[in-house]
T-cell receptor
């Protein structure tokens, strides 16, 4: 596609439920990143996929968070047993090369609200 | 990655140049300076990057001091649509590095 597509755009879930957030990167982009942004805060790195390499999971805040990337394209971020502090905008980005600064293209994000 | 310091907020009149400063006094020789912006309710957008030479593209100019300890992003003719949070980031290039976003500068362009 022309840009990074994220779905759903908004998600309201009850505390304790699991949620899945989807990211479709730009076709051909080998690198994919997940960030989250809490209200009024900067972007917090979560996880980074580059080609077939093992993902960099150093930003995942707890073991309730996991992500996978199938076939080097679509990625799913899963949050298990959601908590209210998980409420944030979850942003996905892709780039044509891995690593810092190669012109990330971000999606519009998924706004997650845990009630 | 080196830490950056930016003002929390700035104002600019529509049609005038907006000059956004960034201090990165601990930058190392192989770190680049990147600028992104985030318009309300959207994902961040790449603007420009540089290593040591000044850079210009269709969106902005980037001026990096000779000692590379600070830089300035210049929007030559700011419009209301340039109202956004502007992030200055320093990072090495390469597969082991990812961008770390701070809180940025909220630029408000006034009519």
């Amino acid at each position: 596609g022309a840009g990074v597509s994220q779905s759903p755009s908004n998600k309201v879930t009850e505390k304790g439920k699991d949620v899945e957030l989807r990211c479709d990167p730009i076709s051909g982009h080998t690198a994919l990143y997940w960030y989250r942004q809490s209200l009024g805060q900067g972007l917090e790195f979560l996880i980074y996929f580059q080609g077939n390499s093992a993902p960099d999971k150093s930003g995942l805040p707890s073991d309730r968070f996991s992500a996978e990337r199938t076939g080097g394209s679509v990625s799913t971020l899963t949050i298990q047993r959601t908590q209210q502090e998980d409420s944030a905008v979850y942003l996905c980005a892709s780039s044509s090369q891995g690593g810092g600064g190669y012109g990330y293209t971000f999606g519009s994000g998924t706004r997650l609200t845990v009630v | 990655d080196a830490k950056t310091t930016q003002p929390t907020s700035m104002d600019c009149a529509e049609g005038r140049a907006a000059n956004l400063p960034c201090n990165h006094s601990t930058i190392s020789g192989n770190e680049y300076v990147y600028w992104y912006r985030q318009i309300h309710s959207q994902g961040p957008q790449y603007i420009i990057h540089g290593l040591k030479n000044n850079e210009t593209n269709e969106m902005a100019s980037l001026i990096i001091t000779e000692d590379r300890k600070s830089s300035t992003l210049i929007l030559p003719h700011a419009t209301l649509r340039d109202t956004a949070v502007y992030y200055c980031i320093v990072s090495q290039r390469g597969s082991n590095y990812k961008l770390t976003f701070g809180k940025g500068t909220l630029l408000t362009v006034n009519p």
